[in-house]
């Protein structure tokens, strides 16, 4: 099946500081792509998704591009607040037509002022 | 706005007890889903549902067991349990269009 691969963390930042968080994937076509958030405490939001190749997702000043040539999905920020301090997952469809999504692993972020 | 609830988020437990655990969502998905989610192991699925009456087991369905009556809610059961079920347990409700959208959590702790 599909598979996906995150940085692992904790990532240490400096509010205002930019933020990359990496994610590539292994995948059979071209599926569609997500970014999820995971405050402390709470369940999995979604942060923004992509659904074709060279798409950008964004929210929230977050942004991901679909890149099939180097099979990237990775999430940027621009600066960063202490309040984005969480865990942050990258997932995409387990196999083509099936719905089940795999996730990475999570890398943590950690925001300090 | 999709909802997703969860009947508790902290829930403390003795082993042997049968644990029932409840999701609830209002956006009429067909496919359902329960997870864990322990320290250094991220999300593993347990069971899953894309229907009324159907369910295929997951990644680590061992000690668990599912119901679906009704398309909004989807429930985890634990027959017997035992403290290496003690975990944080996510629900989610799929879209059509893949994303998934999560419950706020259940934290139970078995003692």
């Known amino acids: 099946g599909n598979s996906v691969t995150q940085m692992e963390g904790p990532v240490t930042l400096s509010e205002e500081a930019f933020l990359t968080i990496n994610c590539t994937y292994t995948?059979?076509?071209?599926?569609?792509l997500f970014w999820y958030v995971q405050y402390p405490g709470e369940g999995l939001q979604l942060l923004l998704k992509?659904?074709?190749?060279?798409d950008k997702g964004s929210n929230k000043g977050f942004e991901a591009t679909y890149r099939k040539e180097t099979t990237s999905f990775h999430l940027e920020k621009g600066s960063v607040q202490v309040s984005d301090s969480a865990v942050y997952f990258c997932?995409?469809?387990?196999?083509?037509?099936?719905?089940?999504?795999?996730f990475g692993k999570g890398t943590m972020l950690l925001v300090s002022p | 706005d999709v909802k997703v609830t969860q009947s508790s988020r902290y829930l403390v437990k003795r082993t042997g007890e049968k644990v029932f655990l409840e999701c609830v969502q209002d956006?009429?998905?067909?496919?359902m889903f329960w997870y864990r989610q322990d320290p250094g192991l991220g999300l593993r699925l347990i069971y899953f549902?894309?229907?009324?009456?159907?369910?295929e087991k997951g990644d680590i369905p061992e000690g668990y067991s599912v119901s679906r009556e009704k398309k909004e809610r989807f429930s985890l059961i634990l027959e017997s349990a035992s403290t290496n079920q003690t975990s944080m347990y996510l629900c989610?409700?799929?879209?059509?269009?893949?994303?998934?959208?999560f419950g706020p959590g259940t934290r139970l702790t078995v003692t």
């Open positions: 997932a995409l469809p387990l196999y083509s037509g099936y719905s089940t999504l795999t």
């Open positions: 995948a059979t076509g071209y599926p569609s």
């Open positions: 992509a659904t074709k190749a060279d």
């Open positions: 956006m009429d998905h067909e496919n």
């Open positions: 549902s894309y229907d009324v009456k159907m369910k």
């Open positions: 989610a409700s799929q879209a059509p269009s893949y994303e998934q959208y």
